[in-house]
């Protein structure tokens, strides 16, 4: 059976920068063997149409985006998730701390699908309990 993995916004970028960072280099020739099967969110989907329509270059970035997305499985935020996100935000504030509701959102798709988070941020997603803990 093929690894499945979501890829966070930053591993993403990396990879669209095409810069040398290990964890995206890794996982990039995993990806193109067919050894792992990568995934997004539609969250982060939405973060990398923002960055591409702010650069300098909207238009370049933007078929990148566009192509780069097409060819991952884009994992949707549904009710189950939300309630979930809820649940997990309240907890959070309750005990005085937080997360970002883009991370927030993210890791509950993650959490939801059971599927592991390749991400260079893993002290946000660490405050999202049950969260698979295979933080790549």
Known sequence: MENKVILDTDIIIDYLKKKPDPVATKLSYRIREGRIKAHTTSISA???????????????????VKSLIWTLSCLALDEAGANLASEIS????????????????????????????ATKNIEYFKRIPNLYNDLV
């Open 90 to 117: 309240v907890a959070l504030q309750r005990k005085g701390e937080s997360i970002e509701v883009r991370d927030l959102f993210t890791g509950t798709v993650a959490r939801t699908a059971r599927l592991p988070i």
């Open 46 to 64: 939405f973060e990398l149409y923002r960055g591409a329509r702010l650069s300098p270059d909207p238009e370049d970035k933007l078929l990148a």
